[in-house]
């Protein structure tokens, strides 16, 4: 969001202000951060689309989290990994033709359905979903999908990272409603590591670096980018997991290895470089935008500076003494930069 924009009543000045306050959804009361413009002259205040949706995403994402509701990206991923069209899942699951489709754009589901596609998690339970649909399918379709649920064999290996890369492992507060990606964190810190100042790129300021991006991409939409989740510790805050994670990068994929760095001609820093190049379609047109303003703010920022700025922070003062995990949606919108 702009911090100023343009009043539509005076042409003078506006500024981005925010307050606290509940809204009601399907007889459900919400606490949500409400953002709007205020005209410095006139004193008129007023919302942008960009505002309205950020209000609707919060409502959303409550209402999915205490409902236990399956976020678009789950619905994406499931369909995805049985390989199939959104209109066919929508017939073997009994939906209405286009309902599964509208689920993915951010439609809610009922609570039945939701339970329904759920259900649907389980290879088993949903190979006899298949077989009850065998006839609507039509009989080349049912066969090419039949074989396919046999030839799929979890993945203890990719069980074991997705257990160990986050303190959560679905959409809620702790992930900023996102499903936690170890793709989109292997080419957010990639890209970290590209574009900022060498001599800084140790694990203090990475760290602070993966928070700031996540969080500011919470304040603005709702969503957090990578899905991790972070803990308040005594230097800030920091990835839940953020050992496993730097090892799993160093030992496991090589995307990054440490280097040792002379700062000032007399100390030296373990700092990291990256291994690999940096693939930036996996993320959206905000999640860009974020990226990039993180980076433009603190490429040239010590480490030490950093940790200092996240001492600021409302959410590591309040739970630092705890070590607490972070709220996206308690914390987030009232972060210190891009005010």
């Known amino acids: 969001m702009e911090v100023n924009r343009d009043c539509p009543f005076c042409d003078e000045k506006a500024v981005i202000k925010s307050k606290i306050v509940e809204k009601k959804f399907k007889k459900e009361t919400f606490q949500?951060?409400?953002?709007?413009?205020?005209?410095?002259?006139?004193?008129?205040?007023?919302?942008?689309?960009?505002?309205?949706?950020?209000?609707?995403?919060?409502?959303?994402?409550?209402?999915?989290?205490?409902?236990?509701?399956?976020?678009?990206?789950?619905?994406?991923?499931?369909?995805?990994?049985?390989?199939i069209s959104a209109q066919k899942m929508s017939v073997i699951l009994?939906?209405?033709?286009?309902?599964?489709?509208?689920?993915?754009?951010?439609?809610?589901?009922?609570?039945?359905?939701?339970?329904?596609?759920?259900?649907?998690?389980?290879?088993?339970?949903?190979?006899?979903?298949?077989?009850?649909?065998k006839e609507i399918l039509g009989e080349l379709a049912y066969m090419k999908i039949a074989k396919y649920?046999?030839?799929?064999?979890?993945?203890?290996?990719?069980d074991n990272l997705l257990c160990n890369f986050n303190w959560h492992s679905g959409p809620n507060r702790y992930t900023g409603y996102t499903?936690?990606?170890?793709?989109?964190?292997?080419?957010?810190?990639?890209?970290?590591?590209?574009?900022?100042?060498?001599?800084?790129n140790d694990k203090l300021k990475l760290n602070k670096m993966l928070f700031y991006t996540d969080f500011l991409n919470y304040k603005t939409t709702?969503?957090?980018?990578?899905?991790?989740?972070?803990?308040?510790?005594?230097?800030?805050?920091?990835?839940?997991?953020y050992d496993f994670i730097f090892a799993h990068f160093i030992e496991k994929e090589e995307i990054i290895e440490p280097v040792f760095c002379k700062i000032n001609?007399?100390?030296?820093?373990?700092?990291?470089?990256?291994?690999?190049?940096?693939?930036?379609?996996v993320f959206n047109a905000e999640e860009l935008s974020t990226i990039k303003r993180v980076v433009e703010l603190f490429r040239n920022t010590p480490s030490w500076d950093l940790v200092e700025l996240s001492h600021k922070e409302r959410a590591w003062v309040e739970l630092n003494k705890t070590k607490s995990i972070i709220s996206y949606q308690d914390y987030a919108f009232d972060l210190s930069i891009d005010k």
Do not use: H, W
Request: charged share 25%; glycine share 4%.
């Open 222 to 241: 709702g969503r957090s980018i990578s899905g991790i989740s972070y803990r308040a510790i005594s230097y800030g805050p920091v990835p839940s997991n």
């Open 32 to 83: 949500i951060s409400e953002f709007f413009y205020k005209c410095e002259s006139c004193g008129e205040e007023f919302t942008t689309k960009e505002t309205d949706t950020l209000v609707i995403n919060q409502i959303y994402n409550q209402y999915r989290e205490k409902n236990e509701l399956p976020f678009p990206e789950e619905l994406i991923q499931l369909r995805e990994k049985y390989k």
């Open 265 to 281: 001609n007399s100390t030296v820093n373990e700092c990291y470089r990256p291994l690999k190049d940096f693939d930036l379609s």
């Open 179 to 200: 499903v936690p990606s170890p793709e989109k964190a292997t080419n957010l810190l990639l890209y970290i590591l590209s574009n900022c100042n060498p001599e800084f």
């Open 94 to 133: 009994g939906l209405g033709i286009n309902t599964y489709s509208n689920y993915e754009k951010g439609e809610i589901p009922s609570t039945a359905n939701a339970k329904l596609i759920s259900s649907a998690k389980n290879i088993e339970m949903f190979s006899s979903y298949i077989s009850q649909s």
């Open 149 to 158: 649920l046999k030839s799929l064999v979890p993945s203890k290996e990719e």
